[in-house]
């Protein structure tokens, strides 16, 4: 049973600092892997989706990565900015069905 | 596009009620899927579809029935509301394309409370 696991749950960084959330997998079997934001008391917005296929995908500051070997994916945020407080999710999408393993989340607060 | 839609925004019920949240989506995907999401638990899979007339259970199905008799529309009914369905309610819709992956969409949410 595929099981997604993000560390910290919560972390807290002055803005302007680079940073790295974590999302690990345990059933390298995937599909693919997708990142979201949650803002609070919102639905959730995509940021950037990784085919099983691909090592890399970026988006203006963002950047995620995958290593399907070792089961982990990392979102890495640079420059980082008081808007980017919000709570990050990562999705692991289980091969040869539309199933999808949400992590529990790491909740950013980027002090100003 | 309104992209995907969910009523109502707040529900309360009592234990025993039933209710039928509703979803839609104007994109013409064919995958959509319903998830709750609880405090320290992140979002876990309810239902999915994957077309009209197909449906299949996620992690946590009992107690919710669902169909998909249109493309655009996604209801979750719950039978009979035990406390336990005190959660936030996700619609999500996405399309499985090999060029662009299968990016999901997600409503706004649906907050219910069962006394």
């Known amino acids: 049973k595929q099981e997604v696991t993000q560390i910290p749950a919560a972390l807290s960084v002055p803005e302007g600092e680079n940073l790295v959330l974590n999302c690990s997998f345990t059933?390298?079997?995937?599909?693919?892997l997708q990142w979201f934001r949650q803002d609070p008391g919102k639905g959730l917005t995509s940021l950037l989706l990784i085919q099983s296929s691909q090592r890399e995908q970026t988006s203006g500051r963002l950047n995620a990565s995958l290593d399907k070997s070792s089961g982990r994916s990392t979102l890495y945020i640079a420059a980082s900015q008081p808007g980017d407080s919000a709570t990050y999710l990562c999705?692991?999408?289980?091969?040869?069905?539309?199933?999808?393993?949400f992590g529990t989340g790491t909740r950013l607060k980027v002090l100003a | 596009n309104a992209g995907v839609t969910q009523t109502p925004k707040f529900q309360v019920l009592k234990t025993g009620q039933s209710m039928t949240l509703q979803c839609a989506q104007d994109m013409n995907h064919e995958y959509m899927s319903w998830y709750r999401q609880d405090p320290g638990m992140g979002l876990r899979l309810i239902h999915y579809s994957v077309g009209a007339g197909i449906t299949d259970q996620g992690e946590v199905p009992n107690g919710y029935n669902v169909s998909r008799s249109t493309t655009e529309d996604f209801p979750l009914r719950l039978l009979s509301a035990a406390p336990s369905q005190t959660s936030v309610y996700f619609c999500?819709?996405?399309?499985?394309?090999?060029?662009?992956?299968?990016?999901?969409?997600f409503g706004p949410g649906t907050r219910l409370t069962v006394l």
């Open positions: 999500a819709s996405g399309r499985r394309d090999r060029g662009l992956g299968d990016t999901q969409y």
């Open positions: 999705a692991v999408g289980t091969s040869g069905t539309y199933k999808y393993i």
């Open positions: 059933d390298s079997a995937i599909y693919n």
